[in-house]
C-alpha cells in the first residue's frame, strides 16, 4: 500500500497547480512519473483498493473494487479526451507512448 500510495502522490506532486476534480486541461504534464504511465495517480488509487479489497476479502469488497476500477478507468479516458482535444498531436506523442491499462486510442 506504500508503494501505490508513493504512485499517487508522486504523479500529484509533478501535477501541482494542474490537479483537479473534474478533468481540466490546465498544462500538458510530460516529466516525473508521466513519462512512463499516462495516469500515475490511478494507478496508486487502483492499487491501494486492491490491497483493501484484498486483505478485506469478501465478496462485497471485491464488486467495490470492481466498480472503483470502472470508474477510474472511465475518468482516465474523459482526461485523455480533453488533453487530445486541448493539445492534440503534442498529447498524442506524449500519453502514446506512456502505459495504462487500455490503450490509447487519440
Known amino acids: 500500500m506504500c508503494v501505490a500510495t508513493f504512485f499517487s502522490v508522486w504523479g500529484l506532486w509533478y501535477l501541482r497547480g494542474s490537479f483537479s476534480i473534474t478533468a481540466e486541461a490546465r498544462r500538458l504534464v510530460t516529466g516525473g512519473p508521466y ?8 494507478l496508486g ?6 490491497v483493501v479489497a ?10 467495490v473494487f470492481a466498480l472503483f476500477t470502472t470508474l477510474q478507468l472511465y475518468r ?3 482526461e485523455e479526451h480533453k488533453l487530445t482535444g486541448c493539445f492534440g498531436s503534442a498529447y498524442s506523442e506524449t500519453g502514446g507512448r506512456a502505459w495504462w491499462f487500455l490503450p490509447y486510442r487519440g
Open 54 to 63: 484484498v486483505f478485506r476479502l469478501s465478496a462485497l469488497s471485491l464488486a
Open 35 to 42: 513519462r512512463w504511465i499516462r495516469h500515475p495517480m490511478y
Open 45 to 50: 488509487e487502483i492499487a491501494s483498493a486492491m
Open 76 to 78: 482516465s479516458r474523459v
